[in-house]
């Protein structure tokens, strides 16, 4: 499928063709997408607290999601995608790229990982239903944040779980993301656009409008000696936690 083809009244097809340039690279932990490398433990450890939590885990099983269907959106190359697919859910995969559905595919059959990936939007999915949808560093770049977090609520089933991250807009994360990080090549240049970042309020607001109550909200902080990690602080970028009201 051409990229072209991919359209939705979520997708921004800029920002969907500047992430399908960087398919090639994305699961290179040296490549364009370092950054996301460096990021995913620290996710998939908040992932995992929230699954346990919210499903009466003991924390210490491989398979907490067993039984379980997950789809993540933004899904990119399949860098959560697979850890999910590890973790026991039947997951699903959708990105605006078809070029990185294309690298997905590729990688998760060397991996020997059963996951449905598809491009297009969240509209896409029609009346299909998850316990578990995750979208992260996505919603900033979206062309309709209502519309999109909208989009995830239809797709959460009644006793799901909705877990988001994206960055907070503040004066750190522009520092830290576009003036250091676009202009050293740490992140690549264009990723990001500050006015479409969203404050933990702002994000909280469009997921109560969706009909979705928010349950969790952590920030992810970083530090050149520790690197990524979860706690309070949300001014650089931050989880949030979300199910039906």
């Known amino acids: 499928m051409d990229s072209a083809t991919v359209t939705s009244a979520t997708i921004d097809p800029q920002e969907a063709a500047h992430f399908g340039k960087l398919a ?3 699961w290179d932990p040296n490549g364009s997408s370092a950054m996301l490398h460096r990021l995913n433990p620290p996710r998939l450890r908040y992932v995992r607290d929230q699954v346990d939590r919210h499903w009466r885990g003991d924390g210490v099983g491989f398979t907490p999601l067993a039984d379980k269907s997950a789809l993540d959106v933004g899904c990119g190359a399949g860098l959560l995608c697979e850890p999910l697919a590890r973790l026991g859910a039947a997951v699903t995969g959708l ?21 449905d990936y598809r491009a297009g939007g969240i509209e896409a999915l029609s009346s ?15 062309a309709d944040a209502a ?3 909208a989009g995830l609520a239809r797709a959460l089933a009644a ?14 994360s522009r520092l830290a993301m576009i003036t250091v990080g676009e202009r050293l090549g740490v992140i690549p240049k264009g990723t990001h656009d500050w006015d479409k970042f969203l404050t933990p309020d702002e994000l909280t ?10 349950i969790d909200i952590a920030g992810l902080g970083f530090s050149p000696g520790k ?10 970028d931050y989880f949030v936690t979300a199910v039906r009201a």
Do not use: Y
């Open 24 to 26: 090639k690279d994305w």
């Open 128 to 142: 299909e239903t998850f316990d578990l949808v995750t979208s992260m560093e996505v919603i900033e770049h979206v």
């Open 95 to 115: 990105d605006a790229a078809a070029e990185n559905i294309g690298v997905a595919r590729a990688h998760a059959a060397q991996s020997g990982l059963a996951i």
């Open 227 to 236: 690197g990524f990690k979860v706690g309070e602080n949300t001014r650089l």
């Open 205 to 214: 607001a469009l997921i109560e409008a969706a009909g979705l109550r928010v």
């Open 159 to 172: 006793d799901g779980l909705l877990i988001l991250s994206t960055p907070n807009r503040t004066a750190l």
């Open 147 to 149: 519309a999109f977090v």
